[in-house]
């Protein structure tokens, strides 16, 4: 049975939301993982990430990894011959753990889905991985832009004639991975607290990024969506669903879909009597010219204010650095500032138990103690644990 906050007698972090006394195990990883974990920490659960001696991952200074906010981190090293035993000694007090692990990696490390539940037959054991557990590329490296790649995803954005448009790692890493990671856990979470047995989530990018395009594969069947890139009404190929230019080489991003809005949009663009018919495709590429033209006649800013008030689904594309200054994030506290870093605020909002950024980035190790009285493991604290030679590491 995990062991919660009130009956170890320690606190269980500082965190706020409808998960506190929630407890997580995060096997330190890097991107999708990380975020899931995030994500988890926002809704007020007690986060324990196990990082390793030495450290790893991505080129970034801890300092500044938003994607550990809100966690503890102690510093276990899992190749030591008493890392294993720590690592279920968090398991034991857990609701939750996640890995990231290639297949197998786990298991032969010594805190596999197997061996944890033996400790915490409750545990929700989650797992991220690209490829998923099985299948011919399970055992294969890979990032984001492949998963999305073989799934179609990609191939749909982008210009017709140009190369497909590299969606940051959006909608496979986190999209298609944290989001149903997170989204599996808690669902199981619930199962395990009905039942009393926990079971293993099985996240993997390639199956959330296709899950994502279901409504697209239902129009493909329908003939209403076009297998084919920048030919479609959301993928760009509509003239009334896009971006384009401003004079000071800005843009704006038009979502013009449905005819009031469009009537909106045209006549505030100044384009009504000139505008082609909006349901004749074959007149789409005259549409757009004449849109770019009436765009390309004012900045970015004068445009903004042009539409600001109305219901002509028109809106600036404004940078990462801009965003946090847009008046209605702004007013929503979308965005917000913690430890000297400007952040995405918790999101969703809760009205009852609303989340909050509590603590910056974890730093490696730093709460090594803490945690090992919080949660009343003893062996955490050990110098053993940390003072691993180098050359088991």
Not at 107 to 118: I, M, Y
Not at 134 to 160: E, F, K, S, V
Not at 328 to 349: C, E, K, S, V
């Amino acid at each position: 049975m995990a062991v919660t906050g009130n009956e170890t007698g320690g606190a269980t972090g500082a965190g706020t939301g409808p998960l506190v006394g929630v407890r997580v195990v995060e096997l330190a990883g890097i991107g999708p993982g990380p975020f899931a974990a995030m994500l988890l920490a926002d809704l007020g659960a007690d986060v324990v990430r196990v990082d390793r001696p030495g450290g790893g991952g991505l080129a970034i200074n801890p300092a500044y990894d938003v994607t550990n906010r809100n966690k503890r981190s102690v510093l276990v090293d899992l190749k030591a011959p008493d890392g294993p035993a720590t690592v279920l000694d968090l398991v034991e007090r857990a609701d939750v753990l996640i890995e990231g692990f290639r297949p197998g990696v786990a298991e032969r490390l010594g805190v596999g889905p197997d061996a944890c539940r033996a400790r915490n037959p409750r545990l929700v054991y989650g797992r991220m991985t690209g490829w998923g557990q099985d299948g011919p590329l399970a055992q294969r490296a890979g990032h984001d832009i492949g998963y999305i790649a073989i799934t179609g995803a990609l191939g749909m954005i982008g210009n017709p004639d140009e190369p497909p448009a590299v969606p940051a790692n959006l909608v496979g890493d986190y999209a298609g991975g944290s989001l149903y990671l997170v989204i599996g856990v808690l669902a199981a979470l619930q199962h395990a607290r009905a039942t009393g047995t926990g079971q293993t989530v099985d996240a993997a990018i390639v199956d959330g990024t296709a899950h994502l395009t279901a409504m697209i594969h239902g129009m493909v069947a329908a003939g209403g969506w076009q297998d084919r890139r920048g030919a479609n009404l959301l993928d760009g190929g509509c003239p009334f669903y896009g971006t384009y230019a401003t004079s000071d080489g800005q843009y704006m991003a038009v979502g013009a879909l449905e005819q009031q809005f469009y009537d909106e949009f045209t006549a505030l663009l100044g384009i009504k009597d000139a505008a082609p018919a909006r349901k004749d495709p074959a007149r789409w590429g005259e549409l757009r010219e004449t849109v770019a033209a009436a765009f390309r006649t004012r900045t970015r800013a004068e445009w903004t204010a042009v539409f600001e008030d109305s219901d002509a689904c028109v809106a600036p594309v404004l940078s990462l650095r801009e965003a946090p200054h847009h008046p209605h994030l702004a007013a929503r506290g979308t965005f917000t500032d913690f430890g000297g870093i400007t952040q995405p605020a918790p999101a969703p909002r809760f009205s009852a138990t609303p989340g909050a950024v509590h603590s910056g980035p974890a730093q490696p190790g730093a709460h090594t103690a803490e945690v090992a009285r919080d949660w009343a493991v003893p062996a955490l604290d050990a110098p053993d644990a940390l003072d691993t030679p180098a050359e088991n590491r």
